[in-house]
């Protein structure tokens, strides 16, 4: 069964609290990202993971950290999260094939901060 | 700057209708473009590929093309459907590889009234 799992799907969060997205498959692939999506805006990469411990960060890294320690499991970390980190976050993993990457996506989790 | 664009940014159609969805793009090099569904407050879904010059695929109802050498895509769906109210993302990859970029369209809304 191809899926991918976020937790939590709802999280409320006061200004200089730390947050925890968690994010796991069932396909063993080895690429997987964290995306953020705002109205009006295309998604925007956070970070991305090749394999355990092999990340680097994507277009809008600043305030966030990941930590990749099982190629099942990608997580995102908010250290003392911010009310414009306020958003839906996406978990994408992926393979590639001659189609070009093909995304499994999450349901998203979404966060407010206040 | 935005590198996918897509139009138009929402649209009302009756049940049984057809419509067309419009993607154009600046990235380069543009390796493959993909069409993804997002229901409201779920994940995004992948419709269908468009890999090589004047593509041209077909899922169920929906159909879509690709003209590189216009840098432009249309999702085409038939008699549409209740259940075809969602978002439609355009996503344009850069390489055929995990080193490639993904750029994401913002996304037309698509409303089906009965």
């Known amino acids: 069964d191809m899926k991918v799992t976020q937790m939590p799907r709802y999280l409320i969060k006061r200004m200089g609290e730390n947050v925890l997205l968690e994010c796991g498959q069932d396909?063993?692939?080895?690429?997987m990202y964290w995306y953020r999506q705002d109205p009006g805006l295309g998604l925007q990469l956070i970070y991305i993971s090749y394999d355990v411990d092999s990340n680097s960060e994507g277009d809008i890294p600043k305030g966030y950290r990941v930590s990749r320690k099982k190629r099942e499991h990608f997580s995102l970390i908010l250290d003392s999260a911010k009310t414009n980190q306020t958003s839906v976050y996406f978990c994408?993993?992926?393979?590639?094939?001659?189609?070009?990457?093909?995304?499994?996506f999450g349901e998203g989790s979404r966060l407010i901060v206040v | 700057k935005t590198q996918v664009e897509q139009s138009p940014q929402s649209l009302v159609v009756r049940q049984g209708e057809n419509c067309v969805l419009q993607c154009n793009y600046s990235v380069t090099p543009d390796n493959h473009l993909r069409w993804f569904k997002q229901d409201t407050g779920k994940g995004l879904v992948s419709l269908t590929v468009?890999?090589?010059?004047?593509d041209k695929t077909s899922n169920g109802r929906y159909s879509a093309t690709l003209d590189k050498d216009a840098k432009h895509s249309t999702l085409h769906i038939t008699a549409t459907l209740l259940d075809d109210t969602a978002t439609y993302i355009c996503?344009?990859?850069?390489?055929?590889?995990?080193?490639?970029?993904?750029?994401f369209g913002a996304g037309t809304q698509l409303i089906v009234i009965p």
């Open positions: 994408a993993s992926s393979f590639w094939d001659r189609a070009g990457n093909t995304l499994y």
């Open positions: 996503v344009v990859g850069d390489r055929g590889s995990a080193l490639g970029r993904l750029h």
């Open positions: 396909m063993s692939h080895e690429t």
């Open positions: 468009l890999v090589h010059e004047n």
